[in-house]
């Protein structure tokens, strides 16, 4: 009875569990019979608490035994009218079956078994192992004997489950029958494939293999957590849909511009041609036809597998002396990579978008093309690329968002019931436990008792009472075991040992030096390197036996101090546990053979830091919960990767057999293969790593197209989408890092009280030892002090030079003080507040403000005085020495002043001394005034903004070619004099107008400082010969540009204020890195030597040379080369370098196939001889960059959007001017900035304008845009003549159309047409199209190729995107790209500036470098263009690990140091590595910066955007389009509109305002007031949807009273109105007329009933009449109404 009260009260209905009878379904059939007679229900919706797969809640008390997997009726009441019931297994999850005619009967004993089996959870169990077991043998290439019997049992076993699954729920496509589950219909397909395959030949249903691979995917329906996130990737892929069309449209656009472009282009190659000296027979050779295609006669790089490409256009690459260029042969890449048709085109433009080895193809396309055509990569690569990236995981990241908000709202919806029902199950518990006695000895059913105690052990209330219930998960003889063992309180003498131990281990200082020794131990592991002398590996053995001694020592003192119970209830205590026993257990296994690995997980120590590192401490927490939150995601991803991987194996693992030669002429496997699973399985993660071209064109070969493509796409796509919702998850989870809020353990508070402790012992000795020497020159202090009194008289202040008095009255006064200390603070550093101004003390207020708020004050204080208050403390009477100082201090100091102005007086011996003095205050005041006019000046500034981007400008022209060019160079010469001397003299009027203080305490300033040191340094390094690397450091000079110009300053400190609090973060990435950099460094340093064939060049195999010895005796009149690769794992240095390269995916397979060749240090390597050292770099890939990444930008994100709410919402990366012009932008592109044309009088004219103005209308001009695109899709390169004719004509039709268009609309619109920019846009494509369609037939197509007039005609695409004409979902999916347009401006140009700074420096330190790998003819250092180009592939980290190999070779062997360049003085090719790392790598770090940044706005953009959408709020932007809506339904302007137009008006709303149809009802509920005519006032109409939307919001009112206030104000003229009625009174008149009328038939038919029988025929006049008197009364009643 308790418990059942407990019950009663835990829930507000709670059902009892009822068999499910024949009654049951009887009452159940009654119920769905009664709602379907019924017109108005209530629209239920099922408990999500009672969703089938889950378990049911513990308020519906105990499951007894006899109703475990028995029918039940449904407790959910969604369900009751359902004709459904429930089954609950032991684990009380909850299935659902029906009870309908398709199916047996529920009391079916055949059903009700099979029913008990399929809910059984070892059935479950049975075919989960099923599967993992047929998983296992679908991975396996040689299968046993016995496997084809394993196969049959497995077949029959999922047939078995099917017979099952169909009887039990039955043959119905509903919800809960077997076909209403897709993963049913999935599965019986599987198995008939199989039965099939099983009864065919083998080679007629190969394709019945591969489907059978679906089984794998049977892992899913049987794990609910997977089921559920297939679900929502479901959701999430239908709101990308329009993400999905645009990405096709954009795709298609460039793909048709990239066709006209470079068509054919790619065939363009250097073939050798005879010269005037050659034999007679190589002329005739190439008279012949076969000459050209013969491979040997065209022009190859040394090492290059396809000939060098060449182009007509003077910036494309030539050809060498003896070569021309001549379209012959295949395109490169074996004839995969080319423009000539649609489809490859495409192919390449989504290569370029998912920026898979985009550098080959920018190489092969400026070779043919010319470099100008750069610039459609950096629109594809740059803008194109980003912006779908963004707008995936924008999108991605609302529907993230919404799950989770909906996750959250359901959680604080059940955690009030669910804590009101544990305290009354808890108080259940007590009364039960008091009564236990008195329920014995009454001899009472102990059934509520154990319904109680069965309640208190659910699953729910441990989850609940988690800390409790964690210490009894073991049996009590364990406790007691623990107890006694375990907590050492044996002898007074040991406990007083403990307590002297407990004092020691725990002191600050210990902590202190444990943490020390872990450092230490770090660098001393950081040494390891190869080659390494025996003395370092006997300091380095030493060294680890010490500090494994200082850990183990460690553990002892605290197992002592804390006893062995207490100690291992922490974490970080087992952690150092399993460090010690791994530290002992290292030194006697890794001399026994085979167990060297085991040194590996000595870099466990170096997370020992985390125990007294809070952020570590705290990020890994973090990492962990979210992990275990997305555990099911996680196997998602990992189910799929061993899905693609077996179907890659099954589908192409013959084909690599049987067609290798198509790949190696020697018939030799690649790397990256599908023949078994471990190699599949790593082709589907390098696929998903974004490297999928390269393999694809190996697939090409091996199978074909038609094979590949598909499964290709496949993984990129399925599982791209994995892997962005996956890092979307983690990055949401770390954006709410926040470090203060985190408690510290005791550890890190030990390791702070001694670092106190030491700083205060610090302090205090500095202050005696200062105190000493202060004591000794105490009277000439006080002299000073004096004579500083003396001047400070002396001396005009700032103040009074400026003539403040005036100016600061009372009212400035009372905010003096705050702007004063806010932009004191601001002049430390360069993050100033963003409510105050950048300026600095000055004299003569003038300020150099840029500010509004200033420029205001500035106007106001008339002759431009100063707003803060400053101190002297000059020397001298014209010092620029200035302090400011607060209003605090005005007072004290203006009693001092009095005061030493009247001793000063009396002191004054003659009035020629005072004459002096004060003339000398004038010159010096005039002096100060007149510098601030001048800094202050705008033409000034406009003056130094013009020489700054001219002084950066010049240093583009420094190229290697500047010594041929004298006169620039002569001129560049004396620019620098020239800039020097305007930035030195633009220092000096700001020192004098400014003061030393003031100027050198502001940031932007220091860095002005800093500029004009370079300038002199470079000036001196030109005149001296043994100085001139000092013009090196020119390049800095484009810095003076971030302080000139407010938008870089904007983003410079937004950056530094979301990247700068990241430190912390950073560096434990860069632990993490370090752990795997010394890991990678005890398995491959030294073992990537390898025996170099100088012949080929390639490697000498394993058979021929075994080891460095024979390699080095090998004699071919030389010794071979013992040749080291250049990026290694030989010292930690080494390895930070790879694992950026493999982070950054550039040059990372070279690193893996080194690592997977090696075999041992001074070994040669042999081919995958050590081929499980991939596991190394996928486990670094996703531990070690995967995770990391999450982190950093999840802190980044947290930081904008703190810096976000500070400032008011608004984006932190663009000025206050730029913030108006967004608000300004945001209107333009909501309102209809197109001017209604109005309507012409003439006939012809008004005609042809609704023609034009007709949506049909244009509807059939977008139709023909996408037929022009599509005949333009047709074509290939070298099509027959016949279809240039055709395509002729086609374009000549469609230009006839659209000058017909253009006609038209002409004819209409008159001169109105020109006011529309559309119509403009079209006019001009018209009139170049003709052009470009006869000009040719006069001057020829070399000058007018035909493809102009196709890509002028395909310019007209971009009508789809036009807002209001167009699709919607494009407009809005290119909403948020408008409105972060100014901030993505702001950032481009940072990018551009350093992008310009870095290529400059190339200019000077890498301008000859020796041509090869990644530096060749289109990408180098020599020209500042090149550099640019060099410079926009690092920025997308693409191919830098080839121009960093180029730097690398600095040795005789690789370059020639002494290497004559023509043309300059400068001689040597060989590169600086040393520098060439510092420069990469800093210029990948701030790019990457940058560019996350740029993400981070987009998507915030976007985020914003679709919040306000879903909010329950309207904007202006909604009540524009209400009134834009509003126009079409009331072209008269009168204010109203009829009520019969008010469903069709409310549908035509956009949202929220918008109400789909059928919306009658709802619009008759709202209750508007009618006025005479059924005629609906607007206002009325407002005011009513906008209630509707914002619901029981507090601001409705106050949004309702400014809407009719405002709508008052815009129509003073509003023609007042009686309403006579409401929408809902007409529809209860319209209601109650219809009620009597039926009254009253049936009245007259009962009369009618009364009558004799025998005058039927009378009786049928009267039922006329009566009809006819019906219809009377009918309307009669419709005019009285009216």
Same mark, same amino acid.
């Given at each position: 009875?308790?418990?059942?009260?407990?019950?009663?009260? !835990?829930?507000? @209905?709670?059902?009892?569990?009822?068999?499910?009878?024949? @009654?049951?379904?009887?009452?159940?059939?009654?119920?769905?019979?009664?709602?379907?007679?019924?017109?108005?229900?209530?629209?239920?919706?099922?408990?999500?608490?009672?969703?089938?797969?889950?378990?049911?809640?513990?308020?519906?008390?105990?499951?007894?035994?006899?109703?475990?997997?028995?029918?039940?009726?449904?407790?959910?009441?969604?369900?009751?009218?359902?004709?459904?019931?429930?089954?609950?297994?032991?684990?009380?999850?909850?299935?659902?079956?029906?009870?309908?005619?398709?199916?047996?009967?529920?009391?079916?004993?055949?059903?009700?078994?099979?029913?008990?089996?399929?809910?059984?959870?070892?059935?479950?169990?049975?075919?989960?192992?099923?599967?993992?077991?047929?998983?296992?043998?679908?991975?396996?290439?040689?299968?046993?004997?016995?496997?084809?019997?394993?196969?049959?049992?497995?077949?029959?076993?999922?047939?078995?489950?099917?017979?099952?699954?169909?009887?039990?729920?039955?043959?119905?496509?509903?919800?809960?029958?077997?076909?209403?589950?897709?993963?049913?219909?999935?599965?019986?397909?599987?198995?008939?494939?199989?039965?099939?395959?099983?009864?065919?030949?083998?080679?007629?249903?190969?394709?019945?293999?591969?489907?059978?691979?679906?089984?794998?995917?049977?892992?899913?329906?049987?794990?609910?957590?997977?089921?559920?996130?297939?679900?929502?990737?479901?959701?999430?892929?239908?709101?990308?849909?329009?993400?999905?069309?645009?990405?096709?449209?954009?795709?298609?656009?460039?793909?048709?511009?990239?066709?006209?472009?470079?068509?054919?282009?790619?065939?363009?190659?250097?073939?050798?041609?005879?010269?005037?000296?050659?034999?007679?027979?190589?002329?005739?050779?190439?008279?012949?036809?076969?000459?050209?295609?013969?491979?040997?006669?065209?022009?190859?790089?040394?090492?290059?597998?396809?000939?060098?490409?060449?182009?007509?256009?003077?910036?494309?690459?030539?050809?060498?002396?003896?070569?021309?260029?001549?379209?012959?042969?295949?395109?490169?890449?074996?004839?995969?990579?080319?423009?000539?048709?649609?489809?490859?085109?495409?192919?390449?433009?989504?290569?370029?978008?998912?920026?898979?080895?985009?550098?080959?193809?920018?190489?092969?396309?400026?070779?043919?093309?010319?470099?100008?055509?750069?610039?459609?990569?950096?629109?594809?690569?740059?803008?194109?690329?980003?912006?779908?990236?963004?707008?995936?995981?924008?999108?991605?990241?609302?529907?993230?968002?919404?799950?989770?908000?909906?996750?959250?709202?359901?959680?604080?919806?059940? @955690?009030?019931?669910?804590?009101?029902?544990?305290?009354?199950?808890?108080?259940?518990?007590?009364?039960?436990?008091?009564?236990?006695?008195?329920?014995?000895?009454?001899?009472?059913?102990?059934?509520?008792?154990?319904?109680?105690?069965?309640?208190?052990?659910?699953?729910?209330?441990?989850?609940?009472?988690?800390?409790?219930?964690?210490?009894?998960?073991?049996?009590?003889?364990?406790?007691?075991?623990?107890?006694?063992?375990?907590?050492?309180?044996?002898?007074?003498?040991?406990?007083?040992?403990?307590?002297?131990?407990?004092?020691?281990?725990?002191?600050?200082?210990?902590?202190?030096?444990?943490?020390?020794?872990?450092?230490?131990?770090?660098?001393?592991? /950081?040494?390891?390197?190869?080659?390494?002398?025996?003395?370092?590996?006997?300091?380095?053995?030493?060294?680890?036996?010490?500090?494994?001694?200082?850990?183990?020592?460690?553990?002892?003192?605290?197992?002592?101090?804390?006893?062995?119970?207490?100690?291992?209830?922490?974490?970080?205590?087992?952690?150092?546990?399993?460090?010690?026993?791994?530290?002992?257990?290292?030194?006697?296994?890794?001399?026994?053979?085979?167990?060297?690995?085991?040194?590996?997980?000595?870099?466990?120590?170096?997370?020992?830091?985390?125990?007294?590192?809070?952020?570590?401490?705290?990020?890994?927490?973090?990492?962990?919960?979210?992990?275990?939150a997305l555990k099911d995601l996680i196997l998602l991803l990992f189910t799929f990767m061993f899905f693609s991987a077996v179907v890659g194996m099954n589908m192409f693992g013959s084909s690599y057999?049987?067609?290798?030669?198509?790949?190696?002429?020697?018939?030799?496997?690649?790397?990256?293969?599908?023949?078994?699973?471990?190699?599949?399985?790593?082709?589907?993660?390098?696929?998903?790593?974004?490297?999928?071209?390269?393999?694809?064109?190996?697939?090409?070969?091996?199978?074909?197209?038609?094979?590949?493509?598909?499964?290709?796409?496949?993984?990129?796509?399925?599982?791209?989408?994995?892997?962005?919702?996956?890092?979307?998850?983690?990055?949401?989870?770390?954006?709410?890092?926040?470090?203060?809020?985190?408690?510290?353990?005791?550890?890190?508070?030990?390791?702070?009280?001694?670092?106190?402790?030491?700083?205060?012992?610090?302090?205090?000795?500095?202050?005696?030892?200062?105190?000493?020497?202060?004591?000794?020159?105490?009277?000439?202090?006080?002299?000073?002090?004096?004579?500083?009194?003396?001047?400070?008289?002396?001396?005009?202040?700032?103040?009074?030079?400026?003539?403040?008095?005036?100016?600061?009255?009372?009212?400035?006064?009372?905010?003096?003080?705050?702007?004063?200390?806010?932009?004191?603070?601001?002049?430390?550093?360069?993050?100033?507040?963003?409510?105050?101004?950048?300026?600095?003390?000055?004299?003569?207020?003038?300020?150099?403000?840029?500010?509004?708020?200033?420029?205001?004050?500035?106007?106001?204080?008339?002759?431009?005085?100063?707003?803060?208050?400053?101190?002297?403390?000059?020397?001298?009477?014209?010092?620029?020495?200035?302090?400011?100082?607060?209003?605090?201090?005005?007072?004290?100091?203006?009693?001092?002043?009095?005061?030493?102005?009247?001793?000063?007086?009396?002191?004054?011996?003659?009035?020629?001394?005072?004459?002096?003095?004060?003339?000398?205050?004038?010159?010096?005041?005039?002096?100060?005034?007149t510098c601030c006019k001048i800094v202050e000046n705008s033409f000034f500034k406009c003056f130094i903004g013009l020489v700054i981007l001219l002084s950066t400008g010049a240093l583009a022209f420094?190229?290697?070619?500047?010594?041929?060019?004298?006169?620039?160079?002569?001129?560049?010469?004396?620019?620098?004099?020239?800039?020097?001397?305007?930035?030195?003299?633009?220092?000096?009027?700001?020192?004098?107008?400014?003061?030393?203080? !003031?100027?050198?305490?502001?940031?932007?300033?220091?860095?002005?400082?800093?500029?004009?040191?370079?300038?002199?340094?470079?000036?001196?390094?030109?005149?001296?010969?043994?100085?001139?690397?000092?013009?090196?450091?020119?390049?800095?000079?484009?810095?003076?540009?971030?302080?000139?110009?407010?938008?870089?300053?904007?983003?410079?400190?937004?950056?530094?204020?979301?990247?700068?609090?990241?430190?912390?973060?950073?560096?434990?990435?860069?632990?993490?890195?370090?752990?795997?950099?010394?890991?990678?460094?005890?398995?491959?340093?030294?073992?990537?030597?390898?025996?170099?064939?100088?012949?080929?060049?390639?490697?000498?195999?394993?058979?021929?040379?075994?080891?460095?010895?024979?390699?080095?005796?090998?004699?071919?009149?030389?010794?071979?080369?013992?040749?080291?690769?250049?990026?290694?794992?030989?010292?930690?240095?080494?390895?930070?370098?790879?694992?950026?390269?493999?982070?950054?995916?550039?040059?990372?397979?070279?690193?893996?196939?080194?690592?997977?060749?090696?075999?041992?240090?001074?070994?040669?390597?042999?081919?995958?001889?050590?081929?499980?050292?991939?596991?190394?770099?996928?486990?670094?890939?996703?531990?070690?960059?995967?995770?990391?990444?999450?982190?950093?930008?999840?802190?980044?994100?947290?930081?904008?959007?703190?810096?976000?709410?500070?400032?008011?919402?608004?984006?932190?990366?663009?000025?206050?001017?730029?913030?108006?012009?967004?608000?300004?932008?945001?209107?333009?592109?909501? @309102?209809?900035?197109?001017?209604?044309?109005?309507?012409?009088?003439?006939?012809?004219?008004?005609?042809?304008?609704?023609?034009?103005?007709?949506?049909?209308?244009?509807?059939?001009?977008?139709?023909?845009?996408?037929?022009?695109?599509?005949?333009?899709?047709?074509?290939?390169?070298?099509?027959?003549?016949?279809?240039?004719?055709?395509?002729?004509?086609?374009?000549t039709f469609f230009i006839i159309l659209y000058t017909g268009e253009c006609v038209l609309k002409l004819i209409s619109f008159q001169c109105n047409y020109f006011t529309i920019g559309w119509n403009?846009?079209?006019?001009?494509?018209?009139?170049?199209?003709?052009?470009?369609?006869?000009?040719?037939?006069?001057?020829?197509?070399?000058?007018?190729?035909?493809?102009?007039?196709?890509?002028? &005609?395909?310019?007209?695409?971009?009508?789809?995107?036009?807002?209001?004409?167009?699709?919607?979902?494009?407009?809005?999916?290119?909403?948020? &790209?408008?409105?972060?347009?100014?901030?993505?401006?702001?950032?481009?140009?940072?990018?551009?500036?350093?992008?310009?700074?870095?290529?400059?420096?190339?200019?000077?330190?890498?301008?000859?470098?020796?041509?090869?790998?990644?530096?060749?003819?289109?990408?180098?250092?020599?020209?500042?263009?090149?550099?640019?180009?060099?410079?926009?592939?690092?920025?997308?980290?693409?191919?830098?690990?080839?121009?960093?190999?180029?730097?690398?070779?600095?040795?005789?062997?690789?370059?020639?140091?002494?290497?004559?360049?023509?043309?300059?003085?400068?001689?040597?090719?060989?590169?600086?590595?040393?520098?060439?790392?510092?420069?990469?790598?800093?210029?990948?770090?701030?790019?990457?910066?940058?560019?996350?940044?740029?993400?981070?706005?987009?998507?915030?953009?976007?985020?914003?955007?679709?919040?306000?959408?879903?909010?329950?709020?309207?904007?202006?932007?909604?009540?524009?389009?209400?009134?834009?809506?509003?126009?079409?339904?009331?072209?008269?302007?009168?204010?109203?509109?009829?009520?019969?137009?008010?469903?069709?008006?409310?549908?035509?709303?956009?949202?929220?305002?918008?109400?789909?149809?059928?919306?009658?009802?709802?619009?008759?509920?709202?209750?508007?007031?009618?006025?005479?005519?059924?005629?609906?006032?607007?206002?009325?109409?407002?005011?009513?949807?906008?209630?509707?939307?914002?619901?029981?919001?507090?601001?409705?009112?106050?949004?309702?009273?400014?809407?009719?206030?405002?709508?008052?104000?815009?129509?003073?003229?509003?023609?007042?109105?009686?309403?006579?009625?409401?929408?809902?009174?007409?529809?209860?008149? /319209?209601?109650? !007329?219809?009620?009597?009328?039926? !009254?009253?038939?049936?009245?007259?038919?009962?009369?009618?009933?009364?009558?004799?029988?025998?005058?039927?025929?009378?009786?049928?006049?009267?039922?006329?009449?009566?009809?006819?008197?019906?219809?009377?009364?009918?309307?009669?009643?419709?005019?009285?109404?009216?």
């Open positions: 009875m308790v418990a059942s009260a407990k019950l009663e009260m !835990a829930s507000p @209905e709670p059902k009892s569990l009822v068999p499910f009878t024949r @009654e049951s379904l009887e009452f159940m059939e009654q119920r769905i019979a009664k709602k379907h007679s019924e017109e108005h229900q209530e629209e239920l919706k099922p408990n999500t608490d009672l969703e089938v797969g889950k378990e049911l809640p513990f308020v519906y008390g105990n499951l007894p035994k006899g109703m475990v997997s028995e029918p039940l009726e449904d407790v959910d009441p969604y369900y009751q009218n359902k004709n459904t019931f429930m089954v609950l297994n032991k684990k009380r999850t909850i299935f659902r079956f029906n009870a309908s005619w398709c199916t047996l009967s529920p009391f079916n004993s055949i059903r009700r078994t099979t029913i008990k089996i399929l809910v059984h959870p070892f059935f479950q169990l049975f075919i989960l192992i099923s599967v993992l077991i047929d998983c296992i043998h679908m991975s396996m290439n040689d299968l046993p004997k016995w496997v084809p019997a394993l196969q049959s049992t497995l077949l029959g076993i999922y047939t078995l489950e099917i017979l099952v699954k169909l009887t039990a729920r039955g043959t119905g496509a509903g919800p809960f029958y077997f076909f209403g589950d897709p993963w049913n219909c999935l599965d019986l397909s599987i198995t008939l494939f199989e039965h099939i395959t099983r009864y065919s030949t083998p080679n007629s249903t190969p394709i019945f293999g591969i489907v059978r691979n679906l089984r794998i995917l049977k892992i899913i329906p049987l794990n609910q957590g997977l089921k559920s996130y297939v679900g929502i990737l479901l959701h999430c892929l239908k709101k990308l849909t329009g993400v999905i069309i645009l990405t096709l449209f954009f795709l298609s656009i460039f793909s048709l511009i990239g066709m006209e472009l470079f068509m054919g282009n790619l065939k363009h190659k250097c073939l050798r041609w005879p010269q005037e000296n050659e034999t007679e027979t190589l002329h005739n050779r190439t008279r012949n036809s076969h000459y050209i295609r013969e491979t040997q006669n065209f022009y190859y790089l040394e090492g290059e597998k396809y000939a060098l490409l060449c182009g007509n256009r003077t910036d494309a690459g030539q050809c060498p002396e003896g070569y021309v260029c001549v379209k012959a042969g295949v395109n490169p890449d074996d004839g995969y990579t080319n423009f000539d048709n649609f489809g490859w085109a495409l192919l390449a433009l989504f290569r370029l978008m998912t920026q898979d080895y985009p550098e080959a193809l920018y190489h092969q396309i400026l070779y043919a093309s010319g470099k100008i055509y750069m610039i459609f990569f950096i629109v594809i690569s740059f803008w194109f690329a980003f912006y779908m990236a963004s707008l995936f995981l924008g999108i991605l990241a609302m529907s993230y968002d919404e799950e989770k908000q909906a996750a959250a709202e359901k959680a604080q919806k059940t @955690e009030p019931k669910f804590q009101d029902t544990l305290k009354e199950l808890q108080e259940g518990n007590k009364a039960v436990e008091t009564k236990t006695t008195e329920i014995e000895m009454k001899k009472r059913s102990p059934t509520c008792i154990i319904t109680s105690l069965d309640v208190l052990d659910d699953a729910t209330i441990r989850h609940g009472e988690e800390h409790q219930t964690s210490q009894k998960r073991c049996p009590l003889c364990w406790y007691k075991f623990a107890k006694t063992l375990l907590i050492w309180n044996c002898s007074p003498c040991w406990l007083k040992l403990k307590d002297f131990v407990h004092v020691i281990i725990m002191h600050p200082f210990t902590d202190l030096f444990l943490t020390v020794c872990i450092i230490l131990n770090i660098f001393f592991m /950081a040494l390891e390197c190869y080659p390494i002398s025996k003395e370092t590996i006997n300091v380095l053995s030493i060294e680890n036996k010490v500090f494994i001694g200082i850990f183990t020592a460690e553990m002892i003192f605290k197992i002592i101090a804390m006893h062995p119970y207490g100690y291992f209830q922490k974490g970080w205590n087992i952690f150092d546990c399993l460090i010690v026993f791994h530290g002992l257990a290292e030194l006697y296994l890794t001399k026994i053979h085979g167990m060297a690995l085991f040194r590996l997980f000595r870099v466990m120590r170096i997370f020992k830091l985390g125990k007294y590192w809070p952020t570590f401490r705290i990020l890994m927490l973090t990492l962990s919960t979210s992990l275990v057999k049987d067609c290798i030669w198509n790949v190696d002429k020697d018939s030799q496997l690649p790397r990256w293969h599908m023949i078994d699973f471990f190699h599949s399985y790593l082709t589907v993660f390098r696929i998903l790593c974004g490297e999928w071209i390269e393999t694809l064109w190996d697939c090409f070969n091996v199978a074909g197209q038609f094979h590949c493509f598909p499964f290709y796409m496949m993984v990129i796509l399925i599982g791209n989408l994995l892997i962005l919702y996956l890092f979307l998850a983690l990055v949401s989870s770390f954006s709410s890092y926040t470090a203060a809020t985190t408690e510290e353990n005791d550890e890190a508070k030990n390791l702070q009280h001694a670092m106190a402790r030491i700083k205060k012992g610090i302090n205090c000795v500095l202050s005696k030892v200062l105190r000493k020497k202060q004591n000794v020159p105490k009277e000439p202090m006080d002299n000073v002090n004096d004579t500083y009194v003396k001047e400070n008289i002396s001396d005009h202040t700032l103040s009074e030079l400026s003539n403040t008095q005036d100016f600061l009255k009372d009212k400035e006064k009372s905010s003096s003080t705050v702007k004063t200390t806010m932009a004191e603070n601001e002049r430390q550093s360069l993050i100033p507040s963003p409510s105050a101004s950048e300026t600095v003390p000055m004299a003569s207020g003038e300020s150099d403000i840029e500010n509004l708020d200033n420029k205001e004050i500035q106007s106001k204080s008339g002759d431009g005085s100063s707003k803060e208050k400053v101190k002297p403390s000059s020397s001298s009477e014209c010092s620029t020495v200035d302090i400011a100082i607060s209003e605090e201090e005005e007072m004290i100091y203006e009693h001092e002043k009095l005061k030493h102005l009247k001793n000063r007086h009396e002191r004054r011996s003659s009035p020629c001394q005072i004459s002096k003095e004060s003339k000398r205050a004038k010159i010096c005041q005039n002096m100060r005034k420094e190229d290697i070619y500047i010594d041929q060019r004298k006169t620039i160079k002569i001129l560049l010469e004396y620019a620098d004099m020239i800039f020097t001397y305007i930035f030195i003299l633009e220092m000096l009027l700001k020192w004098m107008a400014y003061g030393f203080k !003031a100027y050198f305490t502001n940031g932007w300033y220091r860095l002005d400082f800093m500029v004009v040191i370079v300038f002199c340094l470079s000036l001196i390094g030109k005149s001296r010969e043994e100085l001139k690397p000092l013009i090196s450091i020119k390049f800095l000079r484009a810095l003076r540009v971030l302080s000139q110009f407010e938008t870089m300053k904007v983003v410079v400190r937004a950056l530094i204020k979301t990247t700068l609090p990241t430190f912390s973060v950073f560096l434990v990435c860069l632990m993490i890195w370090l752990a795997f950099s010394i890991m990678g460094v005890y398995l491959f340093a030294g073992t990537f030597y390898e025996c170099i064939d100088p012949t080929s060049g390639g490697r000498f195999p394993v058979y021929e040379v075994s080891n460095k010895s024979q390699c080095e005796s090998l004699v071919f009149n030389e010794s071979m080369p013992w040749e080291n690769a250049k990026l290694n794992f030989d010292n930690v240095g080494n390895g930070f370098l790879s694992l950026l390269q493999v982070a950054t995916f550039n040059g990372w397979i070279t690193i893996m196939n080194s690592a997977v060749d090696s075999i041992g240090v001074n070994m040669q390597p042999n081919f995958e001889d050590n081929i499980y050292m991939y596991c190394y770099f996928i486990v670094f890939i996703i531990i070690g960059l995967f995770l990391p990444l999450t982190m950093l930008i999840g802190v980044i994100i947290a930081n904008f959007n703190k810096h976000k709410i500070k400032q008011g919402s608004s984006n932190i990366f663009i000025t206050i001017k730029q913030k108006k012009q967004y608000h300004a932008l945001k209107k333009l592109i909501y @309102e209809d900035s197109e001017k209604p044309v109005p309507r012409p009088g003439n006939k012809f004219q008004r005609f042809t304008f609704d023609l034009v103005t007709n949506r049909v209308f244009n509807i059939v001009i977008m139709v023909l845009i996408c037929f022009q695109a599509i005949t333009i899709m047709i074509q290939s390169d070298e099509q027959s003549p016949k279809m240039d004719i055709a395509l002729y004509w086609i374009n403009v846009f079209d006019f001009m494509v018209v009139i170049f199209s003709i052009t470009g369609l006869f000009l040719p037939l006069t001057v020829g197509y070399y000058l007018v190729p035909p493809s102009l007039v196709q890509l002028l &005609l395909l310019s007209r695409l971009i009508h789809i995107l036009r807002p209001g004409k167009g699709p919607k979902v494009f407009h809005d999916l290119l909403l948020p &790209l408008m409105l972060s347009l100014p901030a993505l401006l702001n950032i481009s140009l940072l990018i551009f500036l350093v992008m310009f700074i870095y290529a400059i420096f190339g200019m000077y330190n890498f301008a000859y470098v020796k041509k090869e790998a990644g530096i060749n003819d289109v990408s180098n250092f020599e020209t500042f263009g090149s550099s640019m180009l060099c410079l926009f592939q690092v920025t997308i980290f693409a191919g830098w690990d080839g121009m960093l190999n180029a730097i690398f070779n600095s040795k005789w062997s690789d370059c020639d140091p002494d290497k004559i360049n023509p043309g300059t003085q400068v001689r040597g090719d060989c590169g600086n590595p040393f520098l060439g790392i510092i420069y990469f790598v800093s210029y990948i770090l701030i790019s990457w910066l940058i560019i996350v940044n740029m993400y981070i706005v987009f998507i915030m953009e976007f985020l914003n955007i679709a919040s306000k959408k879903n909010a329950k709020t309207l904007s202006e932007d909604d009540f524009r389009k209400f009134f834009r809506v509003w126009k079409r339904f009331d072209p008269d302007r009168t204010q109203y509109i009829d009520s019969s137009k008010l469903s069709d008006f409310a549908a035509a709303l956009d949202p929220p305002l918008f109400m789909a149809k059928p919306n009658k009802a709802q619009l008759v509920a709202m209750d508007l007031p009618m006025a005479v005519g059924d005629r609906i006032h607007c206002l009325d109409i407002l005011l009513a949807f906008t209630k509707r939307v914002m619901g029981k919001d507090m601001r409705m009112e106050k949004v309702l009273s400014e809407i009719e206030s405002g709508f008052m104000l815009a129509n003073p003229f509003k023609i007042t109105y009686e309403p006579i009625t409401t929408t809902l009174k007409r529809k209860q008149e /319209a209601v109650s !007329a219809t009620i009597i009328q039926r !009254a009253y038939k049936s009245y007259r038919l009962r009369r009618n009933d009364k009558n004799t029988s025998d005058i039927h025929m009378i009786d049928d006049d009267m039922e006329i009449q009566a009809t006819d008197f019906d219809k009377t009364e009918e309307k009669l009643t419709i005019k009285n109404q009216i």
